[in-house]
């Protein structure tokens, strides 16, 4: 039982997972309810991240994570969720400034990346705090610590 990945690594940046953590993070975010789900996931540079991240929401900076959900039109039978694109070294930057270690900050970004996927969103307060309850669970069921400790 699992995400059907494609993964998609674009950057030169040599500190990122391999493919079977972030597939276990993948499942954990999604398993049981989307199995045999399609999940594109697109590791990339500053400068895609920027582009993308200005294209697509206005913001003129490269950000951690880019979650892209896929709408099937109606009548195509295709299991397709969407795609994340997340920037190698924001990832590095941000572990390191919250005092993190690597892994743990992709496997949050990455479970950050699927609740999205799935409709959650921390625009409004309440739905901060849902979607960021279900990351820390996520997170402990695979052994990590609680994200949002100690971050200001």
Not at 62 to 91: H, K, R, W, Y
Not at 114 to 136: F, K, P, R, S, T
């Amino acid at each position: 039982m699992s995400i059907i990945l494609d993964l998609q690594v674009i950057t030169t940046n040599q500190k990122i997972p391999e493919p079977d953590q972030i597939q276990q993070w993948i499942n954990a975010s999604l398993l049981p309810e989307h199995e045999n789900t399609e999940l594109t996931i697109r590791i990339v540079d500053i400068d895609e991240s920027q582009t993308l991240n200005h294209q697509y929401r206005g913001k003129n900076k490269a950000t951690n994570v880019l979650s892209f959900p896929f709408e099937v039109p109606e009548g195509i039978p295709l299991n397709l969720l969407g795609d994340l694109v997340i920037c190698a070294e924001i990832v590095a930057r941000e572990a390191e400034q919250q005092h993190k270690t690597q892994t743990e900050h992709w496997a949050h970004m990455v479970i950050h990346g699927c609740l999205h996927l799935l409709g959650y969103d921390h625009i409004e307060e309440n739905d901060a705090v849902q979607m960021e309850n279900l990351e820390i669970d996520i997170l402990a069921k695979l052994g990590f610590n609680n994200p949002y400790i100690g971050i200001d």
